[in-house]
């Protein structure tokens, strides 16, 4: 998971420290030490029109947690809200950001054996923008850090993201068909 700090967000976009500081306020945090960090992929919809730009200053700013991005419910609204700042301040953005969800699903449908994972596609389709690997080739076009095996990475992100239902009765439901 990528992170950045509001120290960060200063010295991408020059703005003073107390309206950076409104900017953040009732975003969640977690602690670096004694630093509250973001997550980024929060963070760039903050930017706004003016200092979309920045985007590419953050995203080098911004560091890896060490921790997989893991999403629930609480993180929708703020993905539906990144696709649309990616929409509007990305150029080539919406396109690579299309390019990202077709080989996931593509991938998941390779790799998944039962329909029990599909039932979340609108779920995992706003989820897989926060990755780390497609937040970069959607805001730079680098691909560096996209999956090398979409199969498996879409099959682990989608048990991962899985909404909380029971699986099993699909599973026996699907086998019994």
């Known amino acids: 998971m990528l992170t950045v700090r ?8 020059g703005l003073k420290s107390r309206s ?11 602690y670096a030490g004694r630093f509250k960090t973001y997550e980024l992929g929060s963070v760039l919809p903050l930017l ?5 730009g920045a985007a590419v200053a953050l995203l080098d700013r911004a560091r ?23 929409r509007t301040n990305v150029p080539g953005g919406e ?8 080989s996931f699903f593509d991938g998941l449908a390779r790799g998944v ?20 690997g497609a937040l970069r ?19 682990h992100f989608a048990l991962l993201h899985s909404a909380r239902s029971n699986l099993t ?4 439901q699907g086998e019994a068909a």
Not at 6 to 13: I, K, N
Not at 48 to 52: M, N, T
Not at 121 to 130: A, F, H, N, Q, S
Not at 145 to 150: A, H, M, N, V
Request: net charge negative; charged share 25%.
């Open 6 to 13: 509001q120290q960060d967000f200063l010295e991408a976009t």
């Open 20 to 30: 950076v500081t409104l900017k953040f306020n009732g975003l969640p945090a977690t």
């Open 48 to 52: 706004g029109r003016k200092h979309a």
């Open 64 to 86: 890896d947690s060490g921790n997989s991005f893991v999403g629930g419910d609480e993180v929708l609204g703020s993905c539906a809200r990144l696709e649309d700042w990616v």
């Open 95 to 102: 396109l690579r950001l299309h390019q990202v969800r077709t």
């Open 113 to 132: 054996r039962t329909n029990g994972l599909t039932a979340d596609v609108e779920r995992l389709r706003l989820l897989v923008i926060r990755t780390p």
């Open 137 to 155: 080739y959607i805001l730079t076009g680098d691909a560096a850090g996209l999956p090398s095996d979409w199969p498996t990475w879409a099959r």
């Open 169 to 172: 009765s699909e599973l026996v």
